[in-house]
């Protein structure tokens, strides 16, 4: 069964028809900046791009652009630069780099990207120099927008509605791993990260990992995805009873508080104690305010310290710590890395380790505010597939943001949940707000951003700017993609899809061994049932 790369369209999450239709009959020729730009060059035609006979253009003007970028992050330590650590290979020096020899960067602006307006789409991987035992979680790209103030030549788009010419210029600087598939003009007031409305992950799962085998018939094969599928598509549509008080149409499908997926600490918002409005519940001003922060957190799922040596810890776990009188912690560690070398799931510590509880009490210390709730479009597991003999599926999870981890330990959990190594309604109390459960951290070897929408937040109405139509629906871009996934990133990826050996070996023997203590879910379960029966007598009680 042959792979493709791109099985998981952004529609009908997204509507675009702003496709160009301006094609290059003849291979040979050129805008009209690169002839001129070429007439005062000596350089040879390259062989990868045989239309360049330059290898930088002459600046004419500083103008605002929009670049879509993919990326392999095997090799890097992020995609964010780190000034301090400037040793530190990154996908964002690589990219600087690069627009500079081709002459997008003057030198004088050269190594400081706040002179020139440098944005992304996505706020990834702060600090990430002590992330997973000293590697940082590898996350892939095929959509990573960046805007910048760039020095363009003269008529840079005649003959090039989608900036295909410009970025093969900056192409012929980057590696292999990074590729620029289009430069577009942008207006001044674009915000790649605030106006980015919709991301799209995938994950690349080996199909034994959820019971395919080789010699598995037909029918069994569509079982396990059916299978697996249901138990995805709980994050898209469990019922949250907890919310319904604060509106009369309740939350959305899909939109959940995800707060027992990533570290809450990073998404809460510190408020004065006279303004909680008690009980742990999001007052509807609190929760107006989250929605717009919610939008601005990280659009990648791991690519951000996760903490000192690695190590993740949920905040419950982190104030019962400051207690000394308190014998009881939760510590989670990641799992799955490549070089992770088998450390713990739920590493335990002189301390005894709780893994589930529930918050019978507010407690300021722990709230869970609007921007640790996250709206899910989808989450689904595609057809098996097949990359050089190996098997595999393709997980597909939509949404507005992630938080850090989200997705790999809805992964996770969805996994554990499969294998009967967690009980199902495990979903259903890690989703509750009073819940908290340590769940397993899936590997990020193989987590992939697809794709993303952009809407412009300041006007009324789903505006979408025609460059950023441009740069997720064009055909010859999304064919450049297409490409580079499948000549680039896929033979990558794959070195990670053998269930056999890293990361999948360990995290998977880890993960048979550390399990709930099963009194424990019933202490969730129970406290879970008593809370549902008081809201719906409290609610029929207003409803009288």
């Known amino acids: 069964m042959a792979a493709s790369s791109l099985r998981f369209p952004l529609s009908p999450w997204i509507i675009s028809n702003h496709t160009s239709n301006f094609h290059l009959s003849n291979p040979r020729i050129i805008p009209f900046w690169l002839i001129r730009c070429s007439s005062s060059s000596s350089s040879t035609v390259t062989e990868s791009n045989p239309e360049l006979s330059v290898q930088k253009w002459e600046p004419f003007r500083k103008k605002k652009v929009v670049m879509r970028v993919g990326y392999v992050g095997s090799n890097y330590r992020g995609l964010q630069m780190q000034r301090e650590e400037s040793s530190i290979s990154t996908i964002e020096g690589e990219l600087e780099n690069a627009v500079f020899k081709a002459g997008g960067i003057l030198e004088s602006n050269f190594g400081n990207l706040h002179k020139i307006g440098w944005d992304r789409s996505s706020r990834t991987d702060k600090g990430v120099r002590q992330v997973d035992h000293g590697k940082i979680f590898q996350v892939h790209s095929l959509a990573t927008m960046i805007s910048l103030k760039m020095e363009i ?298 794709g993303n929408s952009f809407s412009v937040r300041t006007k009324p109405g789903n505006v979408k700017r025609p460059e950023m139509l441009t740069l997720v629906g064009s055909k010859e871009i999304l064919k450049s993609v297409d490409e580079f996934y499948t000549s680039v990133m896929l033979p990558q990826v794959s070195k990670f899809l053998d269930p056999s050996k890293s990361p999948w070996h360990d995290w998977l023997e880890n993960l048979t061994q550390s399990s709930i203590p099963e009194a424990e879910l019933d202490d969730v379960r129970t406290a879970w049932k008593l809370w549902k029966e008081n809201f719906l007598s409290r609610t029929k009680v207003m409803s009288m």
Not at 162 to 186: E, Q, T
Not at 193 to 206: A, G, I, Q, T
Not at 259 to 266: E, F, G, Q
Not at 318 to 334: A, D, Y
């Open 153 to 450: 030549p003269v008529n840079a788009w005649n003959g090039d509605p989608n900036g295909i010419a410009l970025a093969n210029y900056v192409n012929f600087h980057l590696p292999k791993d990074i590729k620029v598939f289009s430069i577009l003009p942008s207006q001044r007031s674009f915000d790649a990260r605030r106006e980015c409305d919709l991301r799209k992950y995938s994950y690349l799962l080996p199909a034994e990992i959820i019971g395919i085998k080789s010699d598995s018939s037909a029918s069994e094969i569509d079982h396990h995805i059916a299978e697996f599928n249901d138990i995805l598509n709980t994050f898209e549509d469990i019922i949250d009873y907890e919310n319904l008080m604060t509106s009369n149409k309740g939350l959305q499908k899909g939109e959940h508080p995800f707060h027992n997926y990533t570290i809450r600490s990073k998404y809460r918002k510190q408020f004065p104690a006279k303004e909680s409005p008690g009980n742990g519940q999001v007052s509807r001003k609190e929760k107006s305010s989250g929605e717009a922060s919610a939008s601005e957190s990280e659009g990648s799922d791991g690519e951000e310290n996760s903490g000192i040596n690695g190590m993740i810890s949920s905040d419950y776990d982190e104030r019962k710590n400051q207690k000394s009188s308190e014998s009881t912690s939760f510590v989670e560690h990641p799992v799955g890395s490549s070089n992770n070398h088998g450390k713990g799931l739920m590493e335990q510590r002189p301390k005894l380790l709780v893994r589930a509880g529930w918050l019978h009490e507010p407690d300021e210390s722990d709230r869970i505010s609007a921007s640790h709730f996250r709206k899910i479009m989808n989450c689904s597991c595609g057809k098996l597939e097949k990359y050089l003999g190996l098997d595999y599926v393709e997980l597909s999870i939509c949404g507005e943001s992630f938080m850090l981890h989200q997705i790999r330990k809805m992964v996770g959990t969805a996994i554990a949940v499969k294998r009967e190594l967690l009980p199902r309604d495990i979903l259903t109390l890690s989703l509750a707000k009073f819940s908290r459960i340590v769940l397993p951290l899936a590997p990020s070897e193989v987590l992939i951003l697809r």
